[in-house]
């Protein structure tokens, strides 16, 4: 397969993108490479520009959301700001990919707010059949009806009837694709409790059609008969397994043909050697991701992907492998591109994958509404000074105090915090340089927001990594901002196919403005009949 010209040329600005991003993270480094805990025990106000001082000093809460961690221009400042700042968030934005779904409508002010589905009921989506709400929180609601639109899409333009959903925990969206879209499926779980939880659930809802099948026939004739969808649709098949980031894409076909009770199961659930399919992941953890992007390109099986990643910092890293590495062996969860790796200065190590999973827009909403859980990163900061006055040789460690600990006041927290970690709760300090450093909370914050400005850009970095990966192995692909930001922060689906659609369009339409950026839209949610349909 040949990349179109329109691909090619997408291709090179995705990796001038990812050089840029790259040095942006470089020149900031000694921002990044530093941890708000130690705020003061490492002076680390000093790492920040004088000029920048003066300026993020002088930021309510409310502005820090704003004017730092919001995208757009940076307006209503009432003061003039240094023009590095202003290039760091200016920079910092334009290489991100816009996290807000095309056609979507931005957050109102103040953060927190849920999607339009939620409007009337906080817990159930307006958009669902009562049937896939039922053991289901709200954010998969939304994550399992937006992406189940693209998975039967995909199949369509694949002509692919078979899914394979990895990591499909309790099995909602395999049990939404089966029974909403008629397709068939296999879940692979690694945890027996999930798949048993799942198998459970399975059944429960076929009763459930059952029963409203009988109730809505009680003035026909055949007083027993079922809706003919509701017959044909064969139970979602979860088998119980571990997918290997690091195994062949043959063992992984022979744990989806291995056998697990099909005559429980259903027989139109089950895979067999030769059937195409499509490869889906909702919040694939770790390395489960680029697990399924290589079981993509490599699996002729495999004619569909649409991979929701999540958990960066649990991938690997040729620095810190999953398990002992082979010569010759470079597979890793990042990088994965040949470009990338190539790269000076492409690494991320663990604090950097862990940031860019933050949810930035839940922070800004916090900063909004000026939550008290905001000075938890002034009173750890204290308390880091506290336990190296203590105990010079230990540092940055795991504290695990009570719910709403931000509550007490500083001495309770801390001495909660102290016997915790096997140390003196009654242990003495000095006072008044406590108060000095609570009153600089202000600054703690500001300092932890320089840090999750570049948050977005860390995952975009990861996310261009894999898009270039596969464009490396000439296969189209694209990546979609599919859910709403402020509900489920891992909004990316990453959708590639071995077949395009009749049309020859791509999967979803994608363009790029003068400017570089890179413009998703969504497909269409498709309101296909099917025995159980959308409200």
């Not at 502005?63 to 209503?76: D, F, K």
């Not at 000074?385 to 230990?394: D, F, G, K, Y």
């Amino acid at each position: 397969m040949v990349l179109p010209e329109h691909h090619r040329l997408l291709l090179e600005q995705q990796k001038q993108r990812a050089v840029d991003i790259i040095r942006l993270l470089s020149t900031y480094s000694h921002i990044l490479d530093t941890y708000v805990i130690e705020f003061f025990s490492e002076n680390l106000w000093e790492k920040v520009p004088p000029s920048w001082q003066a300026t993020l000093s002088n930021l309510t809460a409310p502005q820090m959301s704003t004017l730092l961690l919001e995208r757009g221009p940076c307006v209503g400042r009432d003061s003039v700001w240094p023009l590095s700042l202003l290039a760091y968030r200016a920079s910092a934005q334009a290489l991100s990919f816009p996290r807000q779904p095309r056609g979507g409508s931005p957050p109102p002010p103040g953060g927190g707010n849920r999607p339009q589905e939620f409007q009337a009921n906080h817990s159930q989506s307006s958009r669902l059949s009562h049937h896939f709400r039922r053991h289901v929180k709200p954010k998969k609601q939304h994550e399992i009806r937006r992406l189940g639109a693209v998975v039967k899409k995909l199949c369509e333009a694949t002509g692919c009837k078979h899914v394979v959903d990895i990591g499909s925990g309790q099995g909602h969206l395999s049990r939404y694709l089966a029974f909403r879209h008629g397709l068939s499926l296999t879940g692979v779980e690694a945890e027996g409790a999930l798949v048993t939880r799942a198998k459970h659930y399975d059944r429960e809802l076929l009763l459930s059609l059952h029963k409203e099948a009988a109730r809505s026939s009680k003035s026909d004739s055949d007083r027993g008969s079922l809706s003919a969808g509701s017959a044909r649709v064969p139970l979602p098949r979860h088998q119980l397994g571990r997918v290997d980031p690091r195994a062949p894409w043959e063992d992984f076909l022979q744990l989806l043909e291995s056998e697990d009770s099909p005559e429980k199961q259903g027989e139109g659930g089950c895979w067999r050697l030769g059937v195409p399919l499509v490869l889906t992941g909702l919040h694939a953890c770790g390395d489960l991701g680029p697990a399924a992007l290589r079981h993509f390109t490599h699996c002729p099986s495999v004619v569909g992907l649409t991979a929701v990643s999540c958990c960066y910092m649990k991938a690997s890293t040729p620095e810190e492998p999953a398990a002992p590495v082979q010569q010759g062996d470079s597979e890793c969860g990042y990088p994965m591109s040949t470009w990338v790796r190539g790269l000076p200065g492409h690494k991320l190590p663990y604090k950097l994958r862990e940031l860019a999973c933050h949810a930035i827009e839940d922070y800004a909403g916090r900063l909004k509404r000026e939550d008290a859980g905001l000075r938890v990163h002034c009173y750890r900061a204290a308390l880091e000074t506290i336990i190296r006055q203590l105990n010079p040789s230990l540092r940055r460690p795991g504290v695990q105090t009570p719910k709403n600990t931000h509550l007490l006041p500083f001495e309770g927290y801390a001495r909660a915090g102290l016997q915790k970690l096997g140390m003196d709760p009654g242990a003495r300090w000095d006072a008044g340089r406590v108060q000095s450093m609570l009153a600089q909370e202000r600054r703690v914050v500001a300092y932890f927001c320089l840090s999750l400005m570049l948050a977005p850009a860390i995952e975009s970095l990861i996310l261009l990594d894999r898009v270039i990966y596969l464009k490396e192995q000439s296969f189209p692909c694209e990546l979609i901002p599919l859910f709403d930001p402020t509900f489920s922060p891992r909004n990316f689906v990453l959708v590639a196919a071995k077949a395009r659609d009749r049309t020859g369009e791509p999967l979803a339409q994608e363009r790029v403005d003068h400017k570089g950026t890179i413009m998703c839209r969504p497909p269409c949610e498709g309101q296909t009949p099917n025995c159980v349909s959308e409200r």
